[in-house]
């Protein structure tokens, strides 16, 4: 769509700038997509285009997930989740296999990476409660893969270009104060301390997913079912945030329904924290969802863009990437194999076969059909209201 609307029929950017906004898009943390919208609004307006564009770009996708997690608020009594919504979950953990495996032939194409992917998936299989180990696995890969010096990338001479300073020294003033309210916010039991603990809990993902909306579910999970959980967080923080794993799934799953990026997820879990303190406070944290997530994206690429001209000319580089995106894959294998131990597959009923059928069906269509994503999430909507 960006090619046939920015390339060919507005000339905004060439095909080959277009391929490497997205290249380098991929490369850093955050929404992908929303940061390659954003650079063509730089290049052809600066900033205040680029903030503009933004906005108009992440706008929809945002009003109706926060819509979507007041009317699971609204109507608890009917029970959408295990009704309407019941074969949503499935059809998500199809949706995560496919990117998984998608991600996997793009990323993943020789022995080092095999075993960076495969450690990866174990490791946060089985410590998927720690905080700490995201980032270790993304840094750990990204050594790793410099280690070998069989595999020639190509380089490039590029001469720098100017950088401005500002968007990274806002990005690092924002992260500090946030983490730094969050906590005296959960030490001192302030009465809102769950808006202080939601911006930099959605700040953080912003700043260090790397892959996407599908590595965000992950994420997610880790933050707001898994952790709180934990015998350690319950003893020290027993006031943690908390979100039902259905409800993050059903979100997960009607955000493939709608135009707009993954990441707006966000605003929908934002409303879901906080639906418990009213409608005012639940559309602050739709909002507080929004802006905490895309902000980090916006900041680090406006920043990073000038500074990557001048660095994809060194080999070290371009091989820590490539570790970096072995880990998010084994990421990705890692959340699917979580969701799955928890779908209850040990009780043989119908419910439970037709749950596996959707995830099976889900793949295959994605994988070869041409079927749009709302029509598979109005299938399965469908099949939750029959059975």
């Known amino acids: 769509m960006m ?16 391929v490497e906004y997205n290249s380098f898009c991929q490369m850093l ?7 390659t919208i954003t ?13 503009l564009t933004l906005i108009i770009w992440i706008l929809p996708a945002c009003i109706l997930m926060g819509a979507l997690s007041f009317l699971l608020s609204i109507y608890p009594d009917r029970n959408l989740t295990a009704g309407l919504f019941k074969f949503v979950q499935p059809m998500a953990i199809g949706f995560l296999i496919y990117a998984a495996i998608k991600a996997f032939s793009i990323s993943v ?9 495969l450690l990866s998936m174990v490791v946060t299989f089985f410590l998927f409660k720690a905080p700490w180990v995201f980032p270790l696995l993304i840094i750990t890969g990204g050594i790793v893969t410099n280690f070998s010096n069989k595999r020639i990338l190509k380089k490039e001479d590029i001469r720098p270009r100017q950088v401005r300073w500002t968007n990274i020294w806002l990005f690092l003033v924002i992260f500090l104060i946030a983490g730094l309210m969050s906590e005296t916010a959960r030490k001192q039991n302030w009465p809102e301390r769950k808006a202080f603990n939601l911006f930099e809990n959605f700040y953080r993902f912003g700043s260090f997913v790397f892959g996407g909306g599908d590595v965000l579910l992950p994420m997610l999970l880790d933050q707001y079912v898994a952790r709180p959980q934990a015998p350690r967080v319950i003893e020290k923080n027993p006031n943690a945030i908390k979100v039902e794993r259905s409800d993050l799934l059903t979100g997960f799953g009607m955000v493939r329904a709608i135009p707009g990026p993954v990441f707006s997820v966000a605003s929908f879990t934002g409303g879901m924290v906080m639906k418990d303190r009213g409608y005012k406070m639940q559309l602050l944290g739709c909002i507080i969802g929004t802006v905490a997530i895309f902000l980090p ?8 863009f000038p500074v990557w001209q001048y660095l994809k000319k060194y080999i070290f580089i371009l091989r820590a990437l490539e570790g970096i995106n072995a880990v998010v894959v084994g990421v990705m294998w890692a959340a699917a194999l979580y ?5 209850g597959f040990h009780d043989v009923n119908l419910s439970s076969v037709l749950s596996m059928c959707i995830i099976v069906a889900t ?13 598979i999430v109005a299938g399965c909507l469908l099949l939750g209201w029959i059975f």
């Open 297 to 304: 994206s916006a900041l680090l690429v406006l920043f990073f």
């Open 339 to 343: 969701l799955l131990k928890g779908m």
């Open 363 to 375: 793949y295959l269509t994605l994988r070869y059909a041409r079927i749009p994503a709302p029509i």
């Open 39 to 51: 650079l063509i609004g730089y290049k052809r307006g600066g900033v205040s285009l680029a903030v």
């Open 3 to 18: 090619l046939k609307t920015f390339v060919n029929k507005r000339r905004y950017v060439t095909e080959e700038e277009l």
């Open 29 to 35: 943390p955050g929404a992908s997509s929303t940061q």
């Open 109 to 117: 194409k020789n022995l080092i990476t095999q075993i960076v992917m």
